[in-house]
């Protein structure tokens, strides 16, 4: 059976950790409660809950306010539950910026008429702000505020309540990770991918080159992908390794005391290997992606007139355009392609590098 859910997000914290309210901080170029919001959008409606008035008036959404003040989250939950539209919520904190859509749809897959709250749940917490709660709840909520007590677990104790083992899912436990100090948010967000896109002999390689010196600079290790789009890369023609591949192997690897390298006949694809790279015993800070022109990544786009003079990635994945023309009404940044440190510099502002750098 289909349930209509209502999203809340919970932005009325001080964000005394962070120093700043969570809810405005960015991944890339989205903030926390855009990024969530999107996210989620596609379900009934979405609430935001804040602290005070006049907080997130300008962004557009739909917001409640506390009438307790100081009380902490339980107080956004009644507020929430109380203007909700449908009988369930699911509600999540702002600072859970890696919220998926497909986790709230597999909690919803587990209402019946026997709980009131469906709460995720790992091996080392339950998580009262990654769950759904029914409207019923409300009242056992409010009975709660009217004896002082303030905590989430308590409405858990006191009606039919699920719990879900995320580690029991197909999802990653950074889907419920809370960002709440910079150094959380320095580690989210590592590593740091991007694409050097644009078209054969535009100059990828040579600014990839520049790049990873400008991030080895600034103290960050760099790993690089290459797509080739034609299938055309193979090992060198009378290598042991091109022999064995020729005379019918599926896979080959060589390796010595530093290093080593492995060829798979199989299909794979950026993610895939990123998360290899991540789960390496030397973990990249960042990855640049050389190619994928037409993808969802952030990416350098690489505009040359002998090659050709127009951008042809989406506008939105764009950090900002490297060329030897002016291009007209681009709404990103123009670099000349080779302007470095101007483009070094665009990236780290785009992903918010220089905040945390300088929280260090």
Known sequence: MRHDISIGIIAGGKS???????????????????????ELGGFSEVIVSAGQKRTYEDLGYRTVYDENAGIGPIEGIRRILACAKEEYVFVCAVDMPFIKKELVEYMAGYITADCDCYVIADKDHIQPLCAIYKKSVLPVIEELIGEKEYRLREIFSSVATKYIGLEHTVFDKKIIRNINTKEDLSDAMRPVVFCVSGYSCSG????????????????????????????????????????????????????????????LSEKTDPDTLIR?????????????????????????EIVRKQVFDKSVSPFDSLICLATDISP???????????????????IKKYFGLDDIEEEK
């Open 16 to 38: 005394s950790r962070m120093g700043e309210d969570k809810a405005l901080i960015r991944i890339g170029n989205e903030r926390f409660i855009d990024r969530i919001s999107q």
């Open 204 to 263: 990828k390689t040579g600014l990839i080159e520049r790049l990873i010196n400008e991030f080895i600079g600034d103290g960050m290790s760099v790993g690089v992908i290459k797509h080739d789009g034609h299938d055309s890369f193979s090992d060198l023609p009378g290598s042991d390794t091109d022999r064995y591949t020729r005379a019918g192997a599926i896979s080959t690897a060589v390796f010595s005391d530093r290093r080593y390298a492995v060829a």
């Open 276 to 300: 290899k790279m991540k789960a390496s015993g030397s973990p990249p800070d960042v990855v640049i992606i050389e190619g994928l022109k037409s993808s969802a990544y952030p990416k350098v």
């Open 328 to 346: 007209q009404s681009v709404n990103v940044p123009v670099f000349d392609a080779g302007d470095t440190q101007g483009i070094f510099s665009c």
